[in-house]
């Protein structure tokens, strides 16, 4: 019995008070991992980005809209949580200036100046305590493989989650599991409940005492 | 009797596979404008973009994604049509260059030069036919009045309702309907079903002989 954490869906950044940058992140995925978690006994703590999936009733769901809001959310919840599994898509840049006005069109072009947001699940991965554990996923449309190992590499994960764009907003996944060696632990692919019932299986036999 | 064609929701202009830029319109406008018109006996036909609100079953739905695609759905579709309601929220500025892949993270900031995407309601507004009306809409959060009528003028609208940005997402609206004399034509305020008949009614009673 545990207590997970689970980041889901998008984030959102904006541009000006109208206009922002997203991706298509539908948080089905990470209803469907909440879901085989708490069939497994365990506690789930969901921090979600703006989406219209239902969430498992047994969980606990913290709303927030950006990137900094998942961040601040999972800083505060993960001390008390045994582990995180980062399957949100958190929007990674945002402009520099937000415009506190709509801009108008002018007919010219405009230049958008973007920065990095924090790395949520590299922040949260840099922090955890010898008994805690992070999986990650990453969504990945060249040199699959080798960029998801950096990843989890980088950002201190315990496995890593890798797919492609085609899973995003999609009822079917594709997915493979890879530790810290390097290895393919799973190949899942089918309905997201199912491949979240196998990434579950993999937490619990590989992750939790 | 009329055919009206409704354009509802946003669209999106993607900057690589995964990310895009938006805005937070729901479609529900659209849809109580449909519902509205269809109550009124008039047949409906929707553009629109990603949304998840149930348009009603009596309404043809066209689904788009850019602006570019729900320009070119109501380029098709508005010559047998009697008038144009125009509630989407198109993105009116996209990427001057698509990544074909995901861009990758490199610590650094990165410019994006956005270009504007074309103008729907004033592409068919140009085009329009003596007997063929054109409503608009004004989502503005500067000299709201001024801009409203600047862009009746521009798109050659016949009625311009104009709105702010709490309107988005949520279920009540506040309206201003201008006419092409500047005139405030009706003040609408409530949730969205009643501002959606006060506005058919103002429709109705103005552009339909």
């Known amino acids: ?3 997970i954490l689970i980041t889901s869906g998008p984030t959102r950044q904006y541009i000006d008070p109208v206009r922002y940058m997203t991706n298509g992140s539908s948080g089905r995925m990470g209803a469907s991992l ?3 978690a708490i069939a497994a006994g365990h506690d789930v703590t969901i921090i979600s980005g703006p989406v219209q999936v239902d969430y498992p009733i ?4 913290i709303p927030v809209i950006t990137t900094e809001e998942m961040l601040a959310a ?9 582990g995180l599994i980062g399957v949100a898509a958190p929007c990674d840049y945002r402009p520099e200036r937000v415009e506190g006005h709509k801009i108008a069109k002018t007919g010219q072009p405009i230049t958008l100046h973007l920065i990095e947001t ?3 699940v590299a922040t949260i991965g840099a922090k955890k305590k010898p008994q805690q554990w992070v999986v990650g996923f990453a969504l990945e449309t060249e040199d699959a493989r080798f960029r ?12 890593i989650v890798l797919n492609g764009p085609e899973a995003m907003n999609a009822a079917e996944n594709q997915v493979e599991i890879l ?18 019932a196998g ?8 992750l939790m005492k």
Chains 1, 2 share one sequence.
């Open 74 to 82: 999972c800083e505060l919840e993960f001390p008390s949580c045994d």
């Open 34 to 36: 909440a879901a085989a």
């Open 199 to 206: 990434i579950m299986q993999a937490i619990q036999t590989r």
């Open 58 to 61: 047994e969980a606990r769901v």
């Open 118 to 120: 924090p790395d949520v």
């Open 179 to 196: 530790d810290r060696a390097g290895t393919s632990v799973a190949l899942l692919s089918g309905p997201k409940e199912e491949v979240a």
């Open 1 to 3: 019995m545990a207590h």
């Open 148 to 159: 998801a190992l950096v990843k989890l590499e980088k950002k201190n994960c315990d496995l």
